[in-house]
């Protein structure tokens, strides 16, 4: 079992891990990360740092995205992590992996990947929310093959991943919104 060790946040604090690929982040992963908030003092979003999935966005470049998001809400933190995610939790003072249910095909490997991960460490519990009715069919893989074709993904991504998606596929991009990542 992975020794706990203090890391980011207080013992006081509920905090929950939200761990994934977030490449890029969507409005479905931040519809779970604002309701995530309604529940835990902290939720510490934990971009996985995985060189087998090969990603468009760096890990830099999502991170410095969804702190942009999140650059107003003192309580959601951004990370990476390579390894096993309970080595990683075990760094934080988390007690709860947050994870987002979309269909009952997330199902199956979700089970497996909760059942694991308690295995592993038996006082992590992992707390699954349904998606929202707007987001069920968003991710991040639809996305960007929706994206690399020149499809709209506006209201499914924030704006600011609307560019960085337009700028990796080098669609126009509106001047004004060239410049810097703020919205
Ligand atoms: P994706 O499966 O879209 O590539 P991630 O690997 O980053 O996303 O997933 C991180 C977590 O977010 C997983 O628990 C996943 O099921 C959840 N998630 C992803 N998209 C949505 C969505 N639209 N609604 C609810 N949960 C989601």
């Keep these: 079992m992975p020794q706990r060790t203090k890391g980011m946040g207080s013992d006081m604090e509920n905090v929950a891990i939200y761990a994934g690929s977030f490449d890029p982040i969507t409005y479905g992963h931040i519809d779970i990360i604002e309701r995530g908030l309604a529940i835990f003092d902290k939720v510490i979003v934990a971009i996985a740092n995985n060189m087998e999935k090969r990603s468009l966005f760096t890990v830099e470049e999502r991170l410095q995205m969804i702190r942009d998001i999140f650059k107003e809400t003192p309580n959601v933190v951004v990370d990476s992590f390579k390894g096993l995610l309970v080595n990683y939790v075990a760094k934080t003072n988390a007690k709860v992996i947050l994870r987002g249910l979309r269909a009952t095909s997330d199902f199956e490997y979700e089970f497996h990947m909760a059942s694991m991960n308690r295995s592993l460490d038996t006082h992590l519990d992992t707390l699954f929310m349904m998606t929202s009715k ?44 060239q410049i810097g990542w703020d919205d």
């Design 134 to 177: 707007d987001y069920f069919f968003v991710s991040s893989r639809t996305i960007k093959e929706v994206a690399s074709l020149g499809g709209a993904v506006d209201g499914l991504v924030p704006d600011l991943v609307v560019r960085r998606l337009k700028e990796k596929f080098k669609l126009p991009v509106p001047k004004r919104k």
